[in-house]
């Protein structure tokens, strides 16, 4: 008799869990509450191509093309 309500118990844990890992698994990384990223105010897609291009994560050419991409 105390075996049913158990098995019971362990069946809607697993059913939990494994609709749990399917909606993670499409939904792609669990961004919980945090608000969506934006550019702090005044910082342009030039800004912040410039700057990775004074680090060295681009060189001139890859400079040169992205800023043409960008317009300016």
């Known amino acids: 008799m105390i075996f049913g ?19 993670q698994w499409l939904g792609g990384p669990w961004q919980g509450l945090q608000p969506p990223r934006h550019l702090p105010p005044g910082r342009t897609p030039l800004d ?3 700057e990775r291009y004074a680090k060295g994560e681009i ?14």
């Open 5 to 23: 309500p158990l098995f019971m118990i362990l069946i809607l844990a697993v059913v939990i869990a494994v609709v749990v890992l399917l909606v």
């Open 48 to 50: 912040i191509l410039k």
């Open 59 to 72: 060189n001139k050419d890859e400079f040169e093309e992205r800023r043409r991409v960008l317009g300016d």
